[in-house]
């Protein structure tokens, strides 16, 4: 099971009257952008969460697999419209209380995506129509969804304890998103598992920065982290490294990274006074694989702390060159 978030819009009453999710092949240029292509990867049982003006307003179970042909035939209009969409029909469970983005933003920026995120920082949603929803995220947005829909306020309930049960019993929406959060987590608990054995055994069972060899202390650590990788790159054994506690939460907080070819990089935010404290060392290179290669390079590119200052500092220095050379052009 995937999960999407589909931004709706003025679209969502028309579509959730005619069961459905659908959008055209191509835009008004010809090109196939990418929240419409992604539309092909919805399978049968895949939840979508229904975002319209700041709102999670609905929740929805496709009910089949994406279509692709002519408006005229997969809409059932019948109007000549030879207009190529794709087509998914789904079950919809409107929500009695939609969850605001805008308030709930904070508690969902750490698990939105680095690219193809369905908001901006402050939960305004992105153009396009069909994201992808990692399932950390997902979990996030049922558990917001089932405080609004699900619980009963807290003064209120010893009182409707009883009526608590007997409402949420037979609660279609309660069943779906307890299913829903048992089928991602067990999706996360069973890829993070598969992931961690095969990594273990390429980096011999130890930490390459300090030989820690204690397994309860290693951790299997991803380079590219489950929010941004696709199913086969989160259980890819080289999308990542086996460090010690210590050392991977440097890594998963880009205090530090590699290369590809394994020269450890310390941000400057750790003064060199404490790198042996925190057992690191400047020189240090570990063992890497040509499939390294590509992760480490994401790595360094998005979560290294020091990517920005690299950056920025870049910038300054081509503004200076250039401001230097129409200084000495106007002075000659």
């Given at each position: ?102 308030t709930y933003i904070t508690e ?36 917001g969804i089932s405080m609004l ?184």
């Amino acid at each position: 099971m995937n999960s999407f978030i589909v931004m709706q819009g003025e679209t969502y009453q028309e579509e959730k009257r005619m069961g459905l999710l659908w959008t055209p092949q191509h835009d008004k240029s010809g090109m196939v952008p990418h929240s419409y292509r992604r539309m092909e990867e919805i399978k049968k049982g895949d939840r979508i969460f229904h975002y319209v003006k700041g709102f999670i307003i609905a929740i929805s179970v496709a009910k089949e697999n994406c279509r692709s042909g002519s408006k005229s035939r997969l809409l059932n209009t019948s109007a000549d419209e030879d207009e190529k969409i794709f087509a998914v029909s789904a079950e919809y469970h409107e929500l009695e209380n939609p969850l605001n983005m805008g308030t709930y933003i904070t508690e969902l920026n750490s698990m939105l995506p680095v690219k193809y995120s369905a908001f901006q920082e402050d939960g305004t949603g992105n153009p396009g129509y069909l994201y992808p929803c990692n399932e950390e995220l997902a979990i996030k947005l049922l558990e917001g969804i089932s405080m609004l829909n699900v619980y009963a306020p807290e003064e209120e309930q010893l009182e409707l304890v009883m009526e608590v049960v007997r409402t949420t019993e037979h609660n279609p929406l309660v069943s779906l998103i307890a299913e829903t959060i048992l089928e991602a987590k067990t999706k996360m608990q069973r890829g993070e598992q598969q992931f961690g054995k095969r990594l273990s055994r390429l980096w011999n069972k130890s930490c390459p920065l300090c030989g820690m060899d204690l397994e309860p202390v290693l951790k299997a650590t991803y380079a590219k982290p489950w929010k941004d990788s696709s199913d086969p790159e989160r259980l890819d054994p080289y999308n990542g490294v086996l460090l010690c506690s210590n050392h991977n939460a440097m890594y998963l907080t880009g205090l530090i990274s590699f290369n590809a070819n394994g020269k450890l990089q310390i941000a400057k935010k750790i003064p060199a006074e404490k790198y042996a404290d925190y057992g690191l060392n400047e020189k240090a290179k570990i063992p890497v694989y040509p499939e390294n290669g590509v992760y480490f390079k994401w790595h360094r590119k998005n979560l290294f702390a020091d990517k920005r200052t690299r950056s920025i500092s870049l910038k300054k220095e081509l503004v200076s060159a250039e401001n230097k050379t129409s200084e000495r052009e106007q002075g000659e």
